[in-house]
């Protein structure tokens, strides 16, 4: 499946190392800047902004890739389903804010989930609601995250 397992001291981590590095040679912003941000600031994307594109197969096959990517990096959870929105009516706009969140991606390479091995097994859930925030459906974004201890166990973000 692509998951690499280290264990250290204080437990085990998860990340998708190989993966995600060959995603970013395919895509080819292996060795890009990375940026500091998931989208670009102020980004508010409609599915009528931009040049429609006639082949949303590679914009597809990236979301998918990034979709399973987010198994070890939750942050990147709220960008892979924003973009996710659009694979039927995609846009230059919407290709650009996916080049921008590979070269987000290539900053975060090897980074992924450590599950703590010396925890309480507290359970923890966060939870936050962006009200009415889509621009086109006016339909509110949620995210949640569930921590066993201080390792994250589920998330998701959804509209």
């Avoid at 998860?14 to 941000?37: M, Y």
């Avoid at 600031?41 to 009528?48: A, F, Q, S």
């Avoid at 975060?108 to 936050?128: E, K, M, P």
Wanted: glycine share 6%; aromatic share 8%; with cysteine.
């Amino acid at each position: 499946m692509g998951f690499e397992v280290t264990y250290h001291h204080d437990g085990v981590s998860l990340t998708q190392r190989k993966f995600t590095q060959d995603l970013l040679n395919e895509s080819g912003h292996l060795h890009d800047k990375p940026t500091a941000t998931l989208l670009p600031i102020n980004c508010k994307l409609t599915p009528d902004i931009g040049v429609p594109m006639e082949d949303p197969t590679l914009y597809r096959t990236y979301i998918g890739k990034l979709n399973f990517r987010s198994n070890t990096g939750p942050n990147i959870s709220f960008a892979v389903q924003t973009l996710s929105q659009f694979m039927q009516q995609l846009t230059s706009s919407h290709v650009a804010a996916l080049n921008h969140l590979l070269r987000y991606v290539s900053g975060t390479v090897g980074q992924g989930i450590l599950l703590r091995g010396n925890d309480s097994l507290q359970l923890i859930a966060y939870f936050d609601s962006d009200w009415v925030s889509c621009p086109t459906s006016r339909r509110s974004v949620t995210d949640y995250v569930v921590l066993l201890g201080k390792s994250p166990i589920s998330w998701k973000s959804k509209k």
